[in-house]
């Protein structure tokens, strides 16, 4: 299971830090992964973390603002969000799986899914 939280309402400018705690997977051997879903909009990618590298990968409209992070002792995934925009409001979901080769900025690409936390950012 994946237990995600740290959501709340910013204004612009502003940060926030998400954290995704897993239980009952071996955290060590999935990807990871961060995705968000607007109100009426389908879910898109955010970040990721292949299981076997400290590589980032993030979307270009966070690229320099978002920091995904794992603490593999806490069995942890974080987001740190910094410069918050209103258009990054969405829920935020965290993500563990296996994604093959082409499906890591996917949403099929991942098996566990957490539950949203809402991030909400104010002009």
């Known amino acids: 299971q994946l237990q995600a939280s740290g959501g709340g309402s910013v204004q612009a400018g502003g940060s926030l830090k998400l954290s995704c705690a897993a239980s009952?997977?071996?955290?060590?051997?999935?990807?990871l992964a961060w995705f968000r879903q607007g109100p009426g909009e389908e879910r898109e990618f955010v970040a990721a973390?292949?299981?076997?590298?400290?590589?980032?990968y993030y979307a270009d409209s966070v690229k320099g603002r978002f920091t995904i992070s794992r603490d593999r002792s806490k069995r942890i995934v974080s987001l740190h969000m910094i410069n918050l925009r209103p258009e990054d409001t969405a829920d935020y979901f965290c993500?563990?799986?296996?994604?093959?080769?082409?499906?890591?900025?996917?949403?099929?690409?991942?098996?566990?899914w957490g539950h949203g936390t809402q991030v909400t950012v104010s002009s």
């Open positions: 993500a563990a799986g296996t994604p093959i080769l082409g499906t890591m900025r996917f949403p099929s690409g991942y098996t566990y």
């Open positions: 009952g997977i071996t955290f060590s051997t999935y990807g």
């Open positions: 973390l292949r299981p076997t590298s400290s590589t980032p």
